[in-house]
């Protein structure tokens, strides 16, 4: 999946949550490199976690701030033992 198609999930996500309240084309892209970064990663089933948790927290009123969707990606990545690093240098300390 490229992140531009999860920017699409995440729409689709909102949309199917609310009644009338649409994520704008760039308010779904802002999260871009947070998507890659899972995608990357994860498998897609991370990715869609992170869609469906980010997709929750939309109202109105309020949306997630890319440093939140970075803690949301985070955490779907750490689930299950999964390293967030390569483990460099500083892992031994």
Do not use: C, I
Not at 48 to 64: I, Y
Not at 69 to 85: F, H, I, K, P, Q
């Amino acid at each position: 999946m490229r992140p531009a198609d999860a920017a699409k999930q995440l729409q689709y996500a909102v949309a199917s949550q609310t009644d009338d309240y649409q994520v704008k084309h760039w308010e779904a892209h802002a999260y871009n490199d947070v998507f890659a970064d899972v995608v990357e990663q994860g498998e897609l089933a991370d990715v869609m976690d992170v869609v469906e948790t980010l997709g929750g927290e939309f109202t109105e009123e309020s949306r997630p701030s890319v440093d939140r969707a970075r803690v949301v990606a985070d955490d779907v990545l750490t689930e299950n033992g999964r390293m967030l690093t390569d483990g460099g240098p500083d892992a031994e300390d």
